[in-house]
C-alpha cells in the first residue's frame, strides 16, 4: 500500500513539468495554512495547546454572565516552534466533530493537511507544493469514496487539483482548478479565475479564505476583522451601497468596529474588552454590540512550562 508521503512525492514529480511556464516577481515565504503563535494572539512560543469556547452573554440587570454555547469550540495545539499542527472541533454537546493536522516541510515548501471525522475516518487529505522561485501553489485533494454499487470503499481518490499563482505586479492571483471522476480518474471538468489581490491580502490568505473548511464562526469572523485592522490604527472598507465599515485594533488586538451608513451616520459599534493572564495573553473577551453584551469568549491557554 502507498504511503500518504510517497503518492506526494508522485504528485511533485506529476506537475513539475507543468510549474515551469508560470512566473511571478516577488518571491513566496513561508507555507499555506501554516498559523503560528503569533496568529493567536500569543506572546511567545510556549504554548501547547489553546482552547476557544463562546457563549452568549446572559444580562441580568447590571450583572452579564456566561449563558448558553452559541459556536462550536475550537482547541488548537502546537509544535515547539509555535506553529499549529493539530486542531479538534466540538460541537454544542461536547462532543468531537472533526480532527485537523498538518505536517510542515518549509524547506521542500509541502503541506500535508489530514482531516477525520470523531470516528477518525478520513473525511479529506489535502497536499500543498509551493514554488517559491515561480510563485505558484499546487494543490491535490484526495478524499475515501463508496462505490456505487459494489459498496466497497475506494481509498485517496484525487477529487481536484488546484494551481495558484501569484502576480505581484498586476496585483493579481491566477486560479485553476480541475475536478477528476472518482471512478475513473479522468478529468472532469474545470475553473479558472483571477483574483485581486491588494493589502493586507496574500496569495495565502487569498487561497485559505476561498476554499478552508470554517468549522466554526467567531473565531474566523475575528481574525478576518482583525486582520483588516492590523495595516494601522484603523482600516476603512468601504461597501458599494455607500456604507463603511471602520476596524481599529489597540495594543495589536482588534478593539472596535464602526459600522457608517451612506450618510456618514455611525449605525453600529462593536467594541472588544479583554481580561488576560500573568503571561499578557488573553484569556477572556466580551463583545459587545452598541454597548450591549453580546458574546463572552473564554480562552483556556495551557502553558509548556
Known amino acids: 500500500m502507498k504511503t500518504a508521503m510517497h503518492i506526494f512525492v508522485r504528485s511533485i514529480m506529476v506537475v513539475a513539468a507543468i510549474l515551469f511556464v508560470f ?120 478524499e475515501d469514496f463508496e462505490h456505487p454499487v459494489t459498496k466497497i470503499v475506494m481509498s485517496n481518490i484525487l477529487v481536484y487539483e488546484e494551481l495558484w499563482t501569484e502576480n505581484a505586479k498586476q496585483k493579481k492571483v491566477n486560479y485553476k482548478k480541475t475536478y477528476f471522476d472518482f471512478m475513473d480518474g479522468v478529468a472532469a471538468k474545470q475553473s479558472i479565475s483571477e483574483e485581486t489581490m491588494e493589502k493586507p491580502y496574500t496569495l495565502y490568505l487569498i487561497l485559505e479564505s476561498l476554499t478552508a473548511p470554517i468549522d466554526y464562526t467567531w473565531l474566523y469572523d475575528y481574525n478576518e476583522k482583525a486582520l483588516k485592522a492590523s495595516s494601522g490604527k484603523s482600516k476603512k472598507e468601504p461597501i458599494y451601497d455607500g456604507s463603511l465599515y471602520q476596524y481599529k485594533a489597540k495594543s495589536k488586538l482588534l478593539s472596535t468596529v464602526l459600522y457608517y451608513d451612506k450618510d456618514k451616520i455611525l449605525k453600529n459599534e462593536t467594541s472588544y474588552i479583554y481580561s488576560f493572564d500573568e503571561q499578557k495573553n488573553w484569556t477572556e473577551v466580551s463583545q459587545k454590540e452598541n454597548s450591549i453584551p453580546k458574546f463572552i469568549v473564554h480562552r483556556d491557554i495551557k502553558y509548556r512550562f
Open 23 to 142: 512566473s511571478g516577481e516577488a518571491k513566496l515565504k513561508g507555507l499555506p495554512r501554516i498559523k503560528t503563535y503569533k496568529e493567536y494572539n500569543l506572546k511567545k512560543p510556549n504554548v501547547e495547546s489553546l482552547k476557544y469556547t463562546v457563549y452568549a452573554a446572559k444580562v441580568e440587570g447590571e450583572t452579564v454572565t456566561k449563558g448558553e454555547l452559541t459556536d462550536f469550540t475550537a482547541e488548537i495545539f502546537f509544535d515547539e516552534k509555535g506553529n499549529r499542527v493539530k486542531e479538534i472541533v466540538y460541537n454544542l454537546e461536547g462532543e468531537v466533530d472533526v480532527n485537523t493536522a498538518w505536517i510542515y516541510n518549509e524547506t521542500a515548501g509541502t503541506v500535508i493537511e489530514t482531516r477525520t471525522n470523531k470516528e477518525g475516518k478520513l473525511q479529506s487529505r489535502t497536499e500543498y507544493l509551493v514554488n517559491y522561485k515561480l510563485n505558484t501553489v499546487f494543490v491535490r485533494r484526495y
